[in-house]
């Protein structure tokens, strides 16, 4: 189910109606969205991974009502809490299934809620695609009377053999990923949880497949991974690795990853409580 903008005006966990929004930039979603372009194929590759949704529940608490900004087609959205989503692309709103938590169209940076209005905002591998980062960590802030919880990648985090060795110009995101200063900033105290990242994790984001290296050849599961489809050509890496997994190569470097079950390439799960009144 789609909000409309103006539902429920007295109702805290509704959008605030449209004239209000305005005030606040709320119709930026309506800017041109990645996802609308690349979103298409994405529950293909892209689905919640049992062990991730675990951490993130354990990460909201006790938090009753949850918004879920830059919600996507619904991963790790809790169905024994009162969610509502927030999402800015029409391809990604689309692919919700049926019966998932009510969508309103918008943008983090202007969040159409009420200070306070939910115990929890939760942002799962959204935030470093956000037009202004800050403005949105604000929002959530702002909207979120208990906690906000982030899962994020630290960009300061070591390599990753498939960008240091295939891919380089894959390290842009250590300049579009939020700095932990940043969210401490921002968002006040923090705790940093490091979530490995299971060998068959089935949520395929960059580090899904770090011990499944002959998936990066496939053209479907470099699709569902944002920065792939921002960095162009290709092919020269993708010959690379195909040519090191076939002489074994690849299995020289990195054949000890096989006996890891989890491996900590950097993802991080951050819980900020909200101040004491
Ligand atoms: C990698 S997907 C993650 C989706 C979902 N959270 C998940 O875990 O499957 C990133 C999402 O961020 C959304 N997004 C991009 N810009 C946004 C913005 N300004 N505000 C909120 N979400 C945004 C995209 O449309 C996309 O759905």
Not at 228 to 256: N, P, Y
């Amino acid at each position: 189910m789609t909000l409309s903008p103006s539902a429920g005006e007295r109702d805290p966990i509704h959008p605030l109606p449209s004239r209000e929004r305005a005030g606040r930039g709320g119709s930026r979603f309506q800017v041109p969205q990645l996802y609308d372009q690349i979103g298409a194929g994405y529950n293909a590759h892209r689905r919640p991974d049992l062990r991730i949704g675990a951490a993130i529940l354990d990460a909201l608490g006790p938090a009753c009502s949850v918004v879920n900004v830059g919600a996507g087609a619904g991963s790790y959205e809790p169905a024994d809490r009162a969610v509502v989503a927030v999402e800015p692309s029409t391809a990604m709103i689309r692919q919700r299934p049926s019966g998932r938590a009510p969508v309103v169209q918008a943008s983090a940076t202007a969040l159409p809620f009420r200070d306070g209005a939910f115990d929890a905002a939760l942002a799962v591998l959204t935030v470093h695609h956000w037009p202004d980062r800050a403005q949105g960590l604000v929002e959530l802030r702002r909207v979120a009377r208990d906690r906000v919880v982030i899962l994020t990648w630290d960009p300061e985090s070591t390599g990753f053999w498939l960008v240091e060795d295939y891919f380089p110009a894959l390290a842009m995101d250590r300049a579009i990923f939020p700095p932990l200063e940043e969210l401490r900033r921002i968002l006040g105290p923090i705790e940093a949880h490091p979530l490995p990242i299971p060998h068959d994790c089935v949520d395929g984001f960059l580090g899904a497949y770090w011990r499944r290296p002959h998936a990066y050849l496939d053209p479907g599961v470099r699709g569902a991974i944002s920065t792939f489809s921002k960095i162009g050509e290709v092919e020269a890496g993708v010959a690379r690795l195909r040519q090191d997994l076939e002489d074994g190569t690849w299995a020289r470097r990195h054949g000890h990853l096989s006996t890891r079950s989890a491996l900590d390439l950097g993802y991080r799960l951050i819980v900020a409580m909200s101040p004491s009144p």
